[in-house]
């Protein structure tokens, strides 16, 4: 694929998504348009499980920062909504080249912004904010963490990194495991790398490469996964470290056997659902706590 067009890598990639089916139906489904910070504007969707959600949950989706939309990415998003039992708000930030680096940063800000000021109307004013992705989207997940924190709010209860871009060093030793160039190849992922952010200089950009951050502290709690056979694999889990060493409370397994992009197949791969299921666990047991802390109050 990375010898394609981008709008035939994007075609190749969105004939797979019929394989993923449907997902559960909702309480209400909800398509709204964001303006956005350069006078452009996106595609938001909530996906509302129930009455009285326990929680809002934006998801950022894979795919490069090329590939892929909350169409694609919906089956997941209806899966995580109705097992977590949170408000999924899937986000259809704009794709690179078309839309380079910072674009997606910026609509992924403009969408958890609003998130946080919708969330008494999601879930209630106490309800807990979380956001997660794959990929591409965790990379995002990452730096709106970062973003956050400077900017004082929306407070996030957890960031969900699942496989995520942390960094452009196709040094690490899990680029050049032969074992590990399968579905993200090293070769791929220095296209979409090409597409997202071609002034090489600017990958060290805390935004576009979150490792670079100088400072982790005073982040929210993350919940790391990794693949064993992807090339993201070492940048990951250097990420996880660098929380950790940061004093972020951090959760990181990396999942045995599986490839890059493994969550994302929903209903087709056993471990994408037991990924949902320990994602839905880790949020579960947050509720819980809290719970508890208010029986104490």
Same mark, same amino acid.
């Given at each position: 694929?990375?010898?394609?067009?981008?709008?035939?890598?994007?075609?190749? %990639?969105?004939?797979?998504? +019929?394989?993923? #089916?449907?997902?559960?139906?909702?309480?209400?489904?909800?398509?709204? $348009?964001? =303006? !956005?910070?350069?006078?452009?504007?996106?595609?938001?969707?909530?996906?509302?499980?129930?009455?009285?959600?326990?929680?809002?949950?934006?998801?950022?989706?894979?795919?490069?920062?090329?590939?892929?939309?909350?169409?694609?990415?919906?089956?997941?998003?209806?899966?995580?909504?109705?097992?977590?039992?949170?408000?999924?708000?899937?986000?259809?930030?704009?794709?690179?080249?078309?839309?380079?680096?910072?674009?997606?940063?910026?609509?992924?800000?403009?969408?958890?912004?609003?998130?946080?000021?919708?969330?008494?109307?999601?879930?209630?004013?106490?309800?807990?904010?979380?956001?997660?992705?794959?990929?591409?989207?965790?990379?995002?997940?990452?730096?709106? %963490?970062?973003?956050?924190? +400077?900017?004082? #709010?929306?407070?996030?209860?957890?960031?969900?990194?699942?496989?995520? $871009?942390? =960094? !452009?060093?196709?040094?690490?030793?899990?680029?050049?495991?032969?074992?590990?160039?399968?579905?993200?190849?090293?070769?791929?992922?220095?296209?979409?790398?090409?597409?997202?952010?071609?002034?090489?200089?600017?990958?060290?950009?805390?935004?576009?490469?979150?490792?670079?951050?100088?400072?982790?502290?005073?982040?929210?709690?993350?919940?790391?996964?990794?693949?064993?056979?992807?090339?993201?694999?070492?940048?990951?889990?250097?990420?996880?470290?660098?929380?950790?060493?940061?004093?972020?409370?951090?959760?990181?397994?990396?999942?045995?056997?599986?490839?890059?992009?493994?969550?994302?197949?929903?209903?087709?791969?056993?471990?994408?659902?037991?990924?949902?299921?320990?994602?839905?666990?880790?949020?579960?047991?947050?509720?819980?706590?809290?719970?508890?802390?208010?029986?104490?109050?």
């Amino acid at each position: 694929m990375w010898q394609m067009s981008p709008a035939e890598a994007r075609a190749t %990639a969105a004939a797979m998504n +019929e394989m993923f #089916g449907t997902g559960p139906e909702m309480h209400r489904t909800e398509d709204h $348009v964001l =303006d !956005a910070s350069d006078g452009g504007s996106f595609r938001i969707r909530v996906h509302v499980p129930r009455e009285s959600p326990t929680g809002v949950f934006v998801y950022l989706h894979g795919g490069g920062w090329v590939l892929q939309d909350i169409d694609g990415y919906d089956t997941l998003g209806r899966q995580l909504a109705e097992k977590s039992g949170c408000a999924v708000v899937l986000v259809d930030y704009r794709k690179a080249p078309e839309h380079p680096f910072p674009t997606a940063v910026e609509d992924s800000w403009t969408a958890l912004t609003w998130a946080g000021e919708h969330l008494a109307e999601l879930a209630g004013a106490q309800a807990p904010l979380y956001v997660g992705g794959d990929s591409a989207g965790g990379n995002l997940s990452a730096v709106m %963490a970062l973003r956050a924190r +400077e900017n004082g #709010g929306p407070a996030i209860a957890k960031q969900v990194l699942i496989y995520p $871009v942390t =960094d !452009a060093d196709f040094t690490r030793p899990s680029y050049g495991e032969e074992e590990n160039q399968t579905l993200l190849t090293t070769e791929f992922m220095s296209w979409f790398w090409d597409q997202y952010v071609p002034d090489a200089e600017q990958r060290t950009h805390p935004d576009a490469a979150p490792f670079h951050a100088e400072d982790l502290s005073g982040l929210p709690p993350a919940l790391v996964i990794t693949a064993a056979h992807d090339v993201l694999r070492d940048e990951g889990e250097a990420y996880a470290a660098k929380l950790e060493e940061a004093g972020v409370e951090v959760h990181h397994r990396r999942w045995e056997g599986q490839l890059h992009g493994f969550f994302s197949m929903v209903n087709v791969l056993p471990a994408s659902a037991e990924v949902m299921d320990f994602v839905v666990e880790s949020i579960a047991t947050d509720v819980r706590a809290e719970l508890e802390e208010a029986g104490e109050r």
